[in-house]
């Protein structure tokens, strides 16, 4: 059964960075495609980037696109989300997700059937 654990959300200044870790397990990594998704209070689930471990194709939302960067580390069967130039309006629980199928849908949460408990993530302006 897949698992993910996400990790390394907390309270940073506007301007600041965190990097968030999602550990996988139950399966075999290079196999599925690795998301972040991000929900504030009243709001949607809202894609923030995606990575196919496959061919280490990554995508990003264009609201975090330049500031935050996806990547994996093989040996430890973890995806990082690295998040700069932090701001306000990034403040959210922040969700890992994966899934085995259509790699070429990656922004949609319906695209994933395995999702971590999340982690929270507050900007201070």
């Known amino acids: 059964q897949e698992q993910l654990v996400e990790s390394g959300g907390g309270l940073v200044q506007a301007g600041g960075s965190l990097r968030l870790s999602c550990e996988f397990s139950?399966?075999?990594?290079?196999?599925?495609?690795m998301g972040w998704f991000r929900q504030a209070p009243g709001k949607e689930r809202e894609f923030v980037s995606a990575?196919?471990?496959?061919?280490?194709?990554?995508y990003y939302a264009d609201s975090v696109k330049g500031r935050f960067t996806i990547s994996r580390d093989n040996a430890k069967n973890t995806v990082y989300l690295q998040m700069n130039s932090l701001k306000p309006e990034d403040t959210a629980i922040y969700l890992c997700?994966?899934?085995?199928?259509?790699?070429?849908?990656?922004?949609?949460?319906?695209?994933?059937?395995?999702w971590g408990q999340g982690t929270q993530v507050t900007v201070s302006s």
């Open positions: 997700a994966a899934d085995r199928g259509r790699f070429y849908a990656y922004s949609s949460p319906s695209e994933y059937d395995y």
């Open positions: 139950g399966g075999t990594f290079s196999h599925y495609k």
């Open positions: 990575i196919i471990l496959r061919s280490h194709s990554t």
